[in-house]
């Protein structure tokens, strides 16, 4: 969600149908001062047993509420209709704020709901915020033996084994986008599963789906969310509805529209863990997008039904504060939703084998949080990468010291954020698409261009105070800074290229398109790339396709053949990275000492070396240069025996030719790379 955020938020439609249930009670628009300050003296509670424990002497149903007066849980036969089997009610703690009731009959693969109340009326019936299993439309939590949802061989399953985060190269999608269109060859399109056939040809036999990953030799997949979110109705899925999933509802269970069975509870959650599998099979790490910063809805939410006002955040005046533009922003500060989202994000990696995270919005959580997050991840799995939006839409009532933003990223351990210096400053700015950027043909963006090659670190030659959005360094290493010009958000750089080079031809904007990602991949921190843009993927010049149909969404795998070309410079460029550790530093120190800019003083012109055989690298030195402008630049190389790995719009790490150096000449929006060995 970038900072507009306002896509994401047409998701929080009206509040979907619950089940039948005794008079409800909807949340208030405010919050008075004196229910605020007693949110601060609730206990909390951080035990493992919250919402159901399974045991040999029964089921134990456990809910924190500590503001409810009663509290049940109903039992289903089923994960939707009027089939209500019996009601307990719950007892409280009120040491720990926690209901709690337990039955000795058998459950198993029965669903259930709490309801608590308030005063003299109920609130409507909620799976809890803590429900692992769901069925149909997330309205009802499971009761179901997860031992059953493993596939075979899951205890031994891993994930890519990361020593610094500068090593991992991340591509950005969505589960329905990657295999969709009719072309793909895909069976399972738009599921999970789709990860798990292999030897899927496009129409006109290229590799896709997850061989086409392999070939093009990413590292990681981020995956859009991925948990049960509210847009989509999963007992409509002919209906084809479309939504990137930025408004959840139960988050801590795979959503049910990219399973094949949405009303089965256990096969959401195999199914996600085959993709996992399959994914860390072909050596490939998987990140999930989580949206802990809001909720698709506030009246109605399970936040709301289990504990009113607790989990959001307020305006002094007691109404609530909304720093994600859609309508709520939860409270990470306040230790109950802390807890959640910390054994939220152990309970997918631990359940899930996930390696990593992406945290939209990420400056509305507080730092603390996030370090306690990132820490009980790594934990887990060391190898864990931690990376979030370091802003956010709004304003918040969270002072600004603590806010998890790029400016704070010093303060957090083992987390990156994205750069939106390099982002702007290589294409022009996301929020204007006439907007060129350095790579397009537009001057003043060389100095920005150079923040983002250093990983926004202190660099001797780099003039922060000419810098186009941070004025200072902010990151203290390059593992904590992600560098990107196109993501799911706003125009994709297909787009954005053919609306602000208006006049130009598909060749000069493809040529800007090689430069733009070389900067890229060649720059030090971590390189991402949105899905698709390898076959230049077009969204019809739609900013925000959160709601778009399949015809804006889908990538169009034919592309393939078309762009082969473009598509054999990314696999090629990702290649180059990948052997040669000079991109990939992992201290500030090493880029201050190993990366030398040379003073050419000229408009869309970049020249500089990595010297030194930086980071062990086999290439002694490494030139590049870079030709933004509308015009041929000639450089001048020093007298040596040059491999030439980059030039006009070709690569080949292995060398294109050899030069002695001297005048070189660069056609416009086209790398020059050169190195000695």
Same mark, same amino acid.
């Given at each position: 969600?970038?900072?507009?955020?306002?896509?994401?938020?047409?998701?929080?439609?009206?509040?979907?149908?619950?089940?039948?249930?005794?008079?409800?009670?909807?949340?208030?628009?405010?919050?008075?001062?004196?229910?605020?300050?007693?949110?601060?003296?609730?206990?909390?509670?951080?035990?493992?047993?919250?919402?159901?424990?399974?045991?040999?002497?029964?089921?134990?149903?456990?809910?924190?509420?500590?503001?409810? =007066?009663?509290?049940?849980v109903n039992i289903y036969k089923h994960g939707q209709g009027r089939n209500l089997i019996?009601?307990?009610?719950?007892?409280?703690?009120?040491?720990?704020?926690?209901?709690?009731?337990?039955?000795?009959?058998?459950?198993?693969?029965?669903?259930?709901?709490?309801?608590?109340?308030?005063?003299?009326?109920?609130? !409507?019936?909620?799976?809890?915020?803590?429900?692992?299993?769901?069925?149909?439309?997330?309205?009802?939590?499971?009761?179901?033996?997860?031992?059953?949802?493993?596939?075979?061989?899951?205890?031994?399953?891993?994930?890519?084994?990361?020593?610094?985060?500068?090593?991992?190269?991340?591509?950005?999608?969505?589960?329905?986008?990657?295999?969709?269109?009719?072309?793909?060859?895909?069976?399972?399109?738009?599921?999970?599963?789709?990860?798990?056939?292999?030897?899927?040809?496009?129409?006109?036999?290229?590799?896709?789906?997850?061989?086409?990953?392999?070939?093009?030799?990413?590292?990681?997949?981020? &995956?859009?969310?991925?948990?049960?979110?509210?847009?989509?109705?999963?007992?409509?899925?002919?209906?084809?509805?479309?939504?990137?999933?930025?408004?959840?509802?139960?988050?801590?269970?795979?959503?049910?529209?990219?399973?094949?069975?949405?009303?089965?509870?256990?096969?959401?959650?195999?199914?996600?863990?085959?993709?996992?599998?399959?994914?860390?099979?072909?050596?490939?790490?998987?990140?999930?997008?989580?949206?802990?910063?809001?909720?698709?809805?506030?009246?109605?939410?399970?936040?709301?039904?289990?504990?009113?006002?607790?989990?959001?955040?307020?305006?002094?005046?007691?109404?609530?504060? =909304?720093?994600?533009?859609?309508?709520?922003?939860?409270?990470?500060?306040?230790?109950?939703?802390?807890?959640?989202? #910390?054994?939220?994000?152990?309970?997918?990696?631990?359940?899930?084998?996930?390696?990593?995270?992406?945290?939209?919005?990420?400056?509305?959580? =507080?730092?603390?949080?996030?370090?306690?997050?990132?820490?009980?991840?790594?934990?887990?799995?060391?190898?864990?990468?931690?990376?979030?939006?370091?802003?956010?839409?709004?304003?918040?009532?969270?002072?600004?010291?603590?806010?998890?933003?790029?400016?704070?990223?010093?303060?957090?351990?083992?987390?990156?954020?994205?750069?939106?210096?390099?982002?702007?400053?290589?294409?022009?700015?996301?929020?204007?698409?006439?907007?060129?950027g350095f790579a397009s043909g537009k001057p003043g963006n060389e100095e920005t261009v150079?923040?983002?090659?250093?990983?926004?670190?202190?660099?001797?030659?780099?003039?922060?105070?000419?810098?186009?959005?941070?004025?200072?360094?902010?990151?203290?290493?390059?593992?904590?800074?992600?560098?990107y010009v196109s993501c799911h958000d706003d125009l994709c750089l297909t787009d954005k290229?053919?609306?602000?080079?208006?006049?130009?031809?598909?060749?000069?904007?493809?040529?800007?398109?090689?430069?733009?990602?070389? &900067?890229?991949?060649?720059?030090?921190?971590?390189?991402?790339?949105?899905?698709?843009?390898?076959?230049?993927?077009?969204?019809?010049?739609?900013?925000?396709?959160?709601?778009?149909?399949?015809? &804006?969404?889908?990538?169009?795998?034919?592309?393939?053949?078309?762009?082969?070309?473009?598509?054999?410079?990314?696999?090629?460029?990702?290649?180059?990275?990948?052997?040669?550790?000079?991109?990939?530093?992992?201290?500030?120190?090493?880029?201050?000492?190993?990366?030398?800019? !040379?003073?050419?003083?000229?408009?869309?012109?970049?020249?500089?070396?990595?010297?030194?055989?930086?980071?062990? =690298?086999?290439?002694?030195? &490494?030139?590049? #240069?870079?030709?933004?402008?509308?015009?041929?630049?000639?450089?001048?190389?020093?007298?040596?025996?040059?491999?030439?790995?980059?030039?006009?719009?070709?690569?080949?790490?292995?060398?294109?030719?050899?030069?002695?150096?001297?005048?070189?000449?660069?056609?416009?929006?086209?790398?020059?790379?050169?190195?000695?060995?």
């Open positions: 969600m970038n900072r507009i955020a306002l896509k994401a938020c047409a998701a929080t439609l009206a509040l979907m149908p619950m089940a039948a249930a005794p008079v409800a009670m909807q949340a208030q628009n405010v919050v008075t001062r004196t229910q605020m300050e007693n949110f601060s003296n609730y206990p909390a509670y951080d035990g493992d047993d919250l919402e159901l424990a399974i045991d040999r002497n029964g089921y134990h149903f456990c809910l924190w509420s500590p503001m409810a =007066d009663s509290a049940r019996t009601t307990f009610l719950l007892e409280k703690d009120a040491h720990t704020g926690t209901w709690r009731a337990s039955s000795t009959d058998d459950l198993m693969n029965r669903f259930y709901t709490f309801q608590i109340k308030i005063g003299d009326r109920w609130l !409507d019936e909620t799976p809890g915020v803590w429900a692992k299993a769901v069925g149909v439309n997330g309205k009802r939590a499971a009761i179901i033996d997860f031992a059953k949802t493993n596939p075979e061989g899951w205890g031994d399953d891993r994930g890519p084994q990361v020593e610094s985060t500068t090593d991992v190269i991340i591509y950005e999608m969505h589960h329905r986008d990657f295999s969709i269109h009719p072309n793909s060859g895909i069976a399972n399109k738009g599921k999970f599963v789709a990860m798990l056939e292999e030897g899927t040809l496009s129409l006109n036999g290229e590799p896709t789906g997850i061989d086409h990953l392999k070939e093009l030799g990413i590292t990681h997949v981020h &995956i859009l969310p991925s948990f049960d979110y509210m847009s989509v109705d999963e007992t409509q899925l002919p209906s084809n509805k479309y939504n990137w999933g930025y408004d959840p509802i139960n988050y801590n269970v795979p959503d049910g529209s990219y399973a094949t069975n949405p009303a089965d509870p256990y096969c959401r959650i195999r199914e996600m863990k085959e993709m996992v599998k399959a994914l860390h099979e072909a050596g490939i790490g998987v990140v999930m997008d989580v949206v802990y910063n809001h909720t698709g809805i506030t009246a109605g939410s399970n936040f709301e039904l289990t504990a009113p006002g607790y989990y959001y955040r307020q305006r002094p005046d007691g109404t609530y504060s =909304d720093a994600s533009a859609c309508g709520n922003e939860t409270a990470s500060d306040r230790q109950q939703m802390r807890n959640f989202i #910390v054994n939220s994000v152990k309970y997918w990696v631990s359940e899930y084998h996930i390696d990593g995270f992406r945290f939209d919005l990420m400056a509305i959580h =507080d730092i603390e949080t996030m370090n306690q997050a990132a820490a009980a991840i790594k934990s887990i799995n060391p190898s864990a990468f931690i990376y979030g939006e370091g802003w956010m839409a709004g304003s918040s009532p969270l002072p600004v010291e603590q806010q998890a933003l790029k400016v704070n990223v010093a303060k957090m351990t083992d987390i990156a954020v994205f750069s939106d210096d390099i982002r702007d400053a290589v294409k022009g700015h996301y929020a204007n698409e006439r907007d060129r150079k923040i983002g090659i250093v990983a926004s670190t202190v660099h001797p030659q780099v003039d922060y105070s000419k810098g186009n959005n941070a004025k200072a360094p902010y990151a203290t290493s390059p593992q904590q800074i992600i560098n290229l053919d609306i602000s080079m208006e006049g130009s031809t598909e060749a000069d904007r493809i040529n800007t398109a090689k430069l733009a990602q070389t &900067i890229v991949f060649t720059s030090q921190g971590t390189p991402f790339m949105f899905a698709g843009e390898e076959v230049f993927r077009s969204k019809q010049r739609v900013h925000n396709s959160f709601s778009s149909p399949d015809s &804006i969404n889908a990538i169009d795998w034919n592309q393939k053949v078309e762009y082969r070309d473009l598509f054999d410079y990314y696999r090629n460029l990702i290649s180059m990275r990948k052997a040669h550790p000079a991109f990939r530093l992992r201290t500030a120190e090493e880029i201050a000492s190993h990366i030398k800019f !040379d003073d050419v003083n000229t408009d869309n012109l970049i020249s500089y070396s990595i010297t030194g055989n930086a980071g062990g =690298d086999a290439w002694k030195e &490494i030139k590049l #240069v870079f030709n933004g402008a509308n015009e041929a630049q000639t450089v001048k190389i020093k007298k040596a025996d040059w491999t030439i790995v980059a030039q006009d719009g070709r690569i080949d790490m292995n060398g294109l030719d050899t030069t002695r150096g001297g005048e070189i000449t660069l056609p416009p929006h086209t790398a020059l790379i050169l190195a000695i060995d």
